[in-house]
Structures are given as structure tokens and as C-alpha cells.
């Protein structure tokens, strides 16, 4: 290890997307290369790389609409951690949303929050991460039948949910080999490919029975593990979840920097992922 004043602040660019890989594996995240593309494409990613080149250090700006940002991929390999470089990282991210005039929001970590509360972020809505190891396990009632959701609607409910358009977003996660847009009823889910397990995210839905019931059958529909990020407030649904054999892994707190956007008119029964929103 050197000083870290010697690390200069890089932008990465999409061929640096297997070497953010590196860095989200190491953490145990769920993202896969089609993620950090997305970052590396659509957004303004910062690194750290030592002598040798090697990549030690990360954190992404990802511009929306309406004046609003997320900041995410913000890793440290182990070895370079406690020496300031997620709070330079994060820093750098903060002038250029600055230069934007964009409201920063993002999904923390414990460890994290740890980093962004000092840079003066404020805590908004609470998130629990929900893990099923085995799809295919017995539920209490019978699964719904699931249709193909229509990506307008889904794109609809996601800007009441959060102030603001993240249209691009969801037809790219839509797109992607692999993923499902699926509903029945009123609820409406996207489902897709994640490094080590799917992910269920954003979901709406007009109670918690009708997206408890979504879950259920999107369970029933496939095989392996599933991830899904539920709103903590949304509290049937979280003890639905784990009365169905779902684990909560880890708390995520969403933050903002910034003024206060639109307040949202809907609340999700899940994001589509901290790193996202
Ligand atoms: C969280 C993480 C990015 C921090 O990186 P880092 O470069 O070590 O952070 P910094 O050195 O800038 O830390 C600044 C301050 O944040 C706080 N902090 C950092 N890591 C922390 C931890 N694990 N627990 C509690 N507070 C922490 C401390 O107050 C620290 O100041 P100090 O070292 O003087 O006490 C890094 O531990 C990591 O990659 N963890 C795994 C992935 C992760 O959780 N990322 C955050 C996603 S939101």
C-alpha cells in the first residue's frame, strides 16, 4: 500500500466494466457487467487505481430527470479502506452533480452511511433486503396466473413513486436477456438476472396481499435464489415475506443531498435496487 495523495481521481469508461466487477464481487453484491455498463454508459463513474493499474476504488453518478441523481457503486477494496477514499470518491461525485444543479440520493450500507453522513446526506424512507434461497417453496395459497406487464404502466407507477422519470432505465432492465416484466392485476413487478441471484424490483401493487400474491407466483414461475429490496414501512408485506421463508439480509437507508424533490404519490413495495432507487 502507498499514500493515498498519489491516487489521482479517474473517469471510467464501459471497458473498466470488469474491473468494477472485481470490486462489486469482492463486496458479495448482486450486480453483474450489464449493471456497471449501465453506470458506465449512462453515468459519470469515478475510480482510484494504484500503481499497476489496478482498480481499487469506485463510486457512480447516475443523472434521471427532473433535476435528480443516484449515487451508487461507491467500493473500496479491503485492503485500501479507513483512508478517505470513498469519501474523495463521493466527493467527486457531489461537484459534478453540483455543476448539474442535481439532488443526490442514495441507497446506504450501514458502512456507508457511516461515509455520507458526515458529507451532509439526510435519511429518507428505510429499505430491507430480502433473500430467497430456493424458489419453488410451498405457499399458502395458490399462485396467480402472471401476465406480461406493459412497461407504460410500470414506467407510470415508478414516477408516482418517485417524483420523477426513469423511463430509460426500466426498458433497459426490460430489454435485458432474461428479464420479466410481469403483473396480475393491479400489481406489477420487474424481474432480472443479477451475479448470483434474480432480483424482484421496482413493485407495485394496491395492497400488500396483491403483492405478496405477485411474489408467490413469480416464485412459483422459476428456480434459484431471489433478491428483493422492500420499503421497511410497507410492514404486511415485509412479515408476509419472511412468513413465506424469505431472510433479511441487510437494511439499506435511502439519503438524500440536496433540496427535497416532488413528494412521491405512491409508495413501492419494492425498489429496484439500492443501487438504482
Ligand atoms: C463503505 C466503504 C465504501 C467505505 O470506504 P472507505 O474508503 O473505507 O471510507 P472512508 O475512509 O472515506 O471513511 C470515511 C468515514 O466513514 C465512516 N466509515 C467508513 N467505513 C465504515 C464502516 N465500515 N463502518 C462505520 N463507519 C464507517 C468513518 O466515519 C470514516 O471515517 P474514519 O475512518 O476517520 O473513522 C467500504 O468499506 C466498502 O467498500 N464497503 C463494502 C461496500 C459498501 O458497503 N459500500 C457502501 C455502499 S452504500
Known sequence: MGDTDDIAI???????????LVLSTEAHWNQNEADWRFFLTRGSVFGMRVKGGQLVATAALLPYSAGNAWISMVLVTE???RRGLA???VDACLDDAAREDLTCWLDATPAGAGVYGPLGFTPTLELRRLRLENSRLPVAHAAASLATGDLARLTARDIDAMGF?????????????????LSNGDAIALVRDGRTARHIGPLFANG??????LVDAIVQ???GPLLIDAVHTQAAFVEGLTASGWTIERPFQRMRFGRATAKPAELPFA???PEFG
Open 165 to 181: 422519470d426513469r423511463g430509460t432505465l426500466l426498458a433497459e432492465f426490460a430489454g435485458r436477456p432474461g428479464s420479466g416484466l
Open 79 to 81: 485492503s485500501w479502506r
Open 221 to 223: 414461475s422459476g428456480t
Open 271 to 273: 425498489v429496484a435496487g
Open 87 to 89: 469519501t474523495k470518491l
Open 10 to 20: 479517474v473517469r471510467l469508461d464501459p471497458d473498466d466494466a470488469p474491473h468494477g
Open 208 to 213: 400488500a396481499d396483491r403483492a405478496l400474491a
